[in-house]
């Protein structure tokens, strides 16, 4: 079993950075794929970033070059950095843990937290 608590949402102006954290409880943290998707008012979630237990990273279109993710195994914790955020960025963002097991995939989610990016 994993529980996630993100933090670091918030308020800010276009143009503008924050940085999200998600950290994790539970064992075997570096075993699972970590990653970060989003949620915006009427549209479905989608991928934001995820990163492997081998630290290979995947980010989705909408955020490349503009985001980054990473994670600390030491900690339990994975980061979103998020960089000349738009309007468009406006969405509650999830953390996300998963790995699969015995041939089924197992899924925690973080209760989200939210991001405002307007003037």
């Known amino acids: 079993q994993v529980q996630l608590v993100e933090s670091g949402g918030g308020l800010v102006q276009p143009g503008g950075s924050l940085r999200l954290s998600c950290a994790a409880s539970g064992s075997s943290f570096s075993t699972y794929t970590m990653g970060w998707y989003r949620q915006a008012p009427g549209k479905q979630r989608e991928l934001v970033a995820t990163?492997?237990?081998?630290?290979?990273?995947n980010l989705g279109d909408s955020v490349k070059g503009r985001f980054t993710i990473s994670r600390d195994n030491a900690q339990n914790t994975v980061y979103l950095r998020m960089n000349d955020l738009k309007p468009e960025d406006t969405a509650v963002y999830y953390c996300?843990?998963?790995?699969?097991?015995?041939?089924?995939?197992?899924?925690?989610w973080g209760q989200g937290t939210q991001v405002t990016v307007s003037s």
């Open positions: 996300n843990a998963y790995r699969i097991l015995f041939g089924g995939r197992n899924d925690y």
């Open positions: 990163v492997n237990s081998g630290g290979q990273i």
